[in-house]
């Protein structure tokens, strides 16, 4: 069973460039690691003058995308946290970033000090991080990239080893 560990907060609070870092800091280890990315908008991964996107526009509920290196399946209906991660290969680590109502361990990134408050009744929180010099006593201080980092290795360290 993967170990799960989801990343919040508000837009631009730096979710992404955390979820990079701690990829890279599990593959640095060996860690096998999938990500999940929940869109709370409307989102496209394929676009207007495509084949694939004539076959959705025509009615297929399915698509799928496919080379030698990589392939996308395309479905035209919404998924939940739990239904995503079963579609998911055998991982070490899965990073989800969003769903916050969900369960599993959280790292909550912060803007504003307001923010603490909007999102302290999510699930299982583990650590609220700021890229914010500002609030360091509020929250661990990940805002240069030695921190951000050192940040991403102490989480591997204290979920998988």
Same mark, same amino acid.
Request: no cysteine; net charge neutral; aromatic share 8%.
């Given at each position: 069973?993967?170990?799960?560990?989801?990343?919040? &907060?508000?837009? +631009?609070? &730096?979710?992404?460039?955390?979820?990079?870092?701690?990829?890279?800091?599990?593959? /640095?280890?060996?860690?096998?690691?999938?990500?999940?990315?929940?869109?709370? *908008?409307?989102?496209?991964?394929? *676009?207007? /003058?495509?084949?694939?996107?004539?076959?959705?526009?025509? &009615?297929?509920?399915?698509? $799928?995308?496919? +080379?030698?290196?990589?392939?996308?399946?395309?479905?035209? +209906?919404? $998924? #939940?946290?739990?239904?995503?991660?079963?579609?998911?290969?055998?991982?070490?680590?899965?990073?989800?970033?969003?769903?916050?109502?969900?369960?599993?361990?959280?790292?909550?990134?912060?803007?504003?000090?307001?923010?603490?408050?909007?999102?302290?009744?999510?699930?299982?929180?583990?650590?609220?991080?700021?890229?914010?010099?500002?609030?360091?006593? #509020?929250?661990?201080?990940?805002? +240069?990239?030695? /921190?951000?980092?050192?940040?991403?290795?102490?989480? $591997?360290?204290?979920?998988?080893?």
């Amino acid at each position: 069973m993967a170990t799960i560990l989801q990343i919040i &907060g508000f837009k +631009n609070s &730096g979710k992404t460039t955390l979820l990079n870092a701690l990829i890279k800091a599990s593959r /640095k280890e060996n860690y096998t690691v999938s990500a999940i990315k929940h869109d709370a *908008h409307d989102f496209s991964v394929d *676009h207007e /003058k495509t084949d694939s996107y004539s076959f959705q526009e025509s &009615g297929a509920e399915a698509v $799928i995308i496919a +080379n030698s290196r990589q392939y996308a399946v395309i479905e035209q +209906n919404g $998924i #939940d946290l739990k239904t995503a991660i079963q579609k998911l290969p055998k991982s070490d680590i899965i990073l989800v970033e969003g769903y916050k109502q969900g369960p599993f361990p959280k790292i909550i990134l912060i803007r504003e000090k307001a923010e603490i408050e909007q999102l302290k009744n999510s699930k299982a929180i583990h650590k609220i991080a700021t890229y914010h010099s500002e609030l360091q006593q #509020d929250a661990v201080f990940i805002g +240069n990239e030695e /921190k951000l980092h050192q940040f991403a290795e102490m989480i $591997i360290k204290e979920f998988l080893q």
